[in-house]
């Protein structure tokens, strides 16, 4: 019979998107939607999916990361994986030390941002959610 490899699944999330990120012993590998990180463009969302890591270099060198997303627009999506990523580093690691470093550098790193966009209301459905009519004093 096969041993069961031993999987640590965690997730992140921002505005409408969702990521989950599965971490498994493996060589070091960063999947994002079954593109390397490297591969990542624009180079600007790349980096910070990176941050993590070049706070803590060589951190998981020896697990495999593969995070899927769902939702929402890029930059949502790529804050979403960095904090699954952040979350699955905290655990893997079991140290406050490196907690505290996150939480030090940007507490989005590990805590869900709860802000939304504001519904729109009946008055004014298609131009926003506090829009109005403008009204003329003559």
Same mark, same amino acid.
């Given at each position: 019979?096969?041993?069961?490899?031993?999987?640590?699944?965690?997730? &992140?999330?921002?505005?409408?998107?969702?990521?989950? =990120?599965?971490?498994?012993?493996?060589? @070091? +590998?960063?999947?994002? %939607? #079954?593109?390397?990180?490297?591969?990542?463009?624009?180079?600007?969302?790349?980096?910070?999916?990176?941050?993590?890591?070049?706070?803590?270099?060589?951190?998981?060198?020896?697990?495999?990361?593969?995070?899927?997303?769902?939702? &929402?627009?890029?930059?949502?999506?790529?804050?979403? =994986?960095?904090?699954?990523?952040?979350? @699955? +580093?905290?655990?893997? %690691? #079991?140290?406050?030390?490196?907690?505290?470093?996150?939480?030090?550098?940007?507490?989005?790193?590990?805590?869900?941002?709860?802000?939304?966009?504001?519904?729109?209301?009946?008055?004014?459905?298609?131009?926003?959610?506090?829009?109005?009519?403008?009204?003329?004093?003559?």
């Amino acid at each position: 019979m096969k041993k069961r490899q031993k999987l640590l699944i965690t997730n &992140g999330k921002r505005k409408r998107a969702i990521a989950r =990120a599965v971490f498994k012993k493996g060589d @070091g +590998i960063i999947k994002i %939607n #079954k593109i390397l990180l490297d591969n990542i463009k624009p180079y600007l969302l790349q980096l910070k999916l990176k941050e993590p890591l070049l706070l803590k270099p060589n951190i998981i060198s020896k697990y495999d990361v593969i995070i899927t997303i769902k939702g &929402g627009g890029i930059t949502g999506q790529t804050d979403a =994986a960095r904090q699954a990523l952040c979350r @699955g +580093i905290v655990q893997l %690691n #079991k140290t406050d030390k490196i907690k505290q470093i996150f939480n030090n550098y940007n507490k989005n790193f590990l805590v869900t941002d709860s802000r939304r966009n504001e519904t729109s209301k009946p008055s004014a459905s298609r131009r926003g959610a506090r829009r109005k009519i403008q009204l003329s004093k003559r």
